[in-house]
């Protein structure tokens, strides 16, 4: 069986949109856990008189990844920012135009750029062991930021998705 390069590309993009729906759920899912450690955290300070630095920094750990791993998400989903005003009065061929220029001359550098030194943060924090400034801090600091080059990743993969399916409008005008 022999696939012809639309329906490679159909289904690379949908592969992509997939990885991205999955870590959007993560996300989701974040954002309970992240209630979850504020409720306990009132609870027990307001409760207790007990604070704890460790829920203090689950917070922004789970804050900052739910965040992140959310941008590849919104950017499928169109819940991106957009001058909707100008964009909804314009044809399809005219927003695949401008997809593929914002994409490959906007989007796709910054996540390059970003991603090169977020990969560089990442890999300084965890080669030496970097901790929590704070003491009783959370041990790992290179794990979020090793969700920073995560989502990155993931929303360069996002803008590839968007850039094939602009690009099937362009080619392929009457099948999209």
Same mark, same amino acid.
């Given at each position: ?50 604070? !704890? ?8 750990? @789970?804050?900052? /990844?739910?965040? +992140? *791993? %959310? =941008? ?65 801090? !959370? ?8 969700? @920073?080059?995560? /989502?990155?990743? +993931? *929303? %360069? =993969? ?19």
């Amino acid at each position: 069986m022999r696939l012809d390069r639309k329906a490679v590309l159909d289904r690379t993009a949908n592969f992509i949109d997939r990885i991205n729906t999955v870590a959007g759920y993560v996300a989701g899912a974040l954002t309970y856990l992240l209630l979850a450690a504020v409720i306990l955290h009132v609870v027990l300070r307001y409760g207790f008189s007990l604070n !704890l630095t460790q829920l203090e920094e689950v917070h922004w750990h @789970l804050y900052g /990844a739910a965040f +992140l *791993l %959310g =941008l590849g998400y919104a950017y499928l989903h169109d819940a991106h920012v957009r001058i909707d005003l100008f964009y909804e009065r314009i044809g399809a061929r005219t927003k695949a135009w401008i997809e593929v220029l914002g994409i490959v001359f906007l989007l796709l550098p910054f996540c390059l750029v970003i991603s090169y030194f977020a990969a560089e943060f990442f890999w300084q924090s965890w080669s030496v062991g970097e901790v929590a400034d704070q003491i009783g801090g !959370l041990p790992a600091r290179y794990i979020l930021k090793f969700v @920073l080059l995560a /989502a990155i990743v +993931l *929303l %360069g =993969l996002q803008a590839l998705s968007a850039l094939i399916r602009a690009v099937l409008v362009l080619t392929h005008p009457k099948s999209k």
